[in-house]
Structure formats: structure tokens, C-alpha cells
């Protein structure tokens, strides 16, 4: 069974490229993603891991936690990871799960969970449901999921916008409208009365329709 939005996310114990994880106790009282592709040593995972480790000090200044996982083994995660220094310019400097027993792929429905067979011998086709991402938070739960087709990489700069995004609910009571980037205006959630909004919005906000309630970005 797939794991939903606002589910608590399976815990596990789990070899990487940087030793053993006991995932619950690694995300600790912060954020992580948990990302996923089908396949070592293929070109678009090649850019996307590349992409990841540009980005990483973005993720290390929302106190977010960054793993990899396929069901490829630790040796060839280490291996492979020299591939993608080379292309991308970039040094992965996050765990890769070695899941060659396809058991965390399964705990969190990205196969089925009847699938099995050598993970050596499994192709990208045979993973292709393989590529998910999830954003966490620090109560364990689930926040963002994304899953994309193989041929697609993934835009890991949006995954910065929804994790700025979530953090502000979080924090600070607020949604963000369609496209909304860091240090734009945002809404008052509904769940916030006027009265409440009143104290913590002392210069007030524009309200172009009563249930629609825009407020500069909370510091």
C-alpha cells in the first residue's frame, strides 16, 4: 500500500553509501526528503543526483535532511557516484540506500509487494515506479509527494518552493497562492479568525473577497 499525504512514513533500518540509517531517529527533529529513482548508472538519474547535491546547502538551511534510494546496491551507489562528480560537477554528499531486497521500495509503494527478483539484474523499466520523492516533516508525517515518469527529471528547485511553503504553515498559520516565491505575499489560512489575524497582523491585509485574506510574508 502506497504511503499517502499526512501518513507517518515507515521506519526502518537500512544500509547507504554513509553506514547504516535507523531512518526515524536520522530525520531526528527536522525536515528530510527521501527521493528515489529506478536505475544507476542511466542518464536522466545521473543529472537528477547532480541536481541534488548543487542543491544540498539550500536544504541544509531549512534543516532538511536529504537521502537517495534504489535498489541498487551500496558498491554501485559508491561506484556511480564518481559518474556523477564527473558530468554534473557536483560531489553527492548525501546517503544512498542500497535496497537491493526491494524492502523499503515496498514499504513505501513504489513496488509492489509481491515484486521481487535480483536487484543486480532488474532494469529501469522493471523499477519504473521507482521515482518518487517525499518531503517530511519532523512529526514524521508526510508533507509533498511527487512521482514522476522516467523519462522526466525532476525540477528540485520547486521541491525548495513547497518545503519554503510548508514551513510557513508550519510556523506561521499561512498558505501560499499559485507560483508564490520566497519573500511574496501570502494568504491567511482560513482556520485563522479575523480577531486572531487582527494580533498578529497589526498593519493589516487586503481581502478582494472575504474568504481571501493576502498579508506580506510573515520574517
Not at 534543516?63 to 551507489?77: F, R, T, Y
Not at 562528480?85 to 509487494?113: N, Q
Amino acid at each position: 500500500m502506497s504511503v499517502q499525504l499526512g501518513d507517518e512514513v515507515p521506519d526502518f533500518t537500512a544500509e547507504t553509501t554513509q553506514g547504516t540509517i535507523n531512518f526515524h531517529e536520522w530525520i531526528g527533529d527536522g525536515w528530510a526528503v527521501l527521493f528515489s529513482h529506478p536505475k544507476d548508472f542511466t542518464p536522466v538519474c545521473t543529472t537528477e543526483l547532480g541536481s541534488v547535491a548543487s542543491l544540498q546547502p539550500e536544504f541544509t538551511k531549512r534543516n532538511c535532511k536529504i537521502v537517495g534510494l534504489s535498489v541498487d546496491s551500496v558498491d554501485d551507489h559508491t561506484g556511480w557516484s564518481k559518474d556523477i562528480e564527473e558530468v554534473t560537477g557536483h560531489a553527492v554528499g548525501y546517503p544512498l540506500i542500497g535496497d537491493t531486497d526491494l524492502t523499503v521500495a515496498k514499504l513505501f509503494g513504489m513496488l509492489e509487494s509481491g515484486a521481487s527478483g535480483n536487484a543486480g539484474v532488474r532494469t529501469a523499466g522493471d523499477n519504473a515506479t521507482v521515482r518518487r520523492l517525499f518531503v517530511i516533516g519532523p512529526d514524521k508525517k508526510v508533507k509533498l509527494t511527487l512521482t514522476y515518469p522516467m523519462t522526466t527529471g525532476r525540477n528540485f528547485h520547486e521541491v525548495l518552493r513547497v518545503l519554503d511553503s510548508i514551513q510557513l504553515t508550519a510556523d506561521h498559520k499561512v498558505a501560499t497562492p499559485a507560483n508564490w516565491n520566497q519573500g511574496e505575499d501570502v494568504i491567511i489560512v482560513p482556520s485563522v479568525s479575523n480577531e486572531e489575524a487582527e494580533e498578529k497582523y497589526p498593519a493589516g491585509w487586503s481581502s478582494p473577497k472575504p474568504y481571501l485574506r493576502i498579508v506580506s510574508q510573515p520574517e
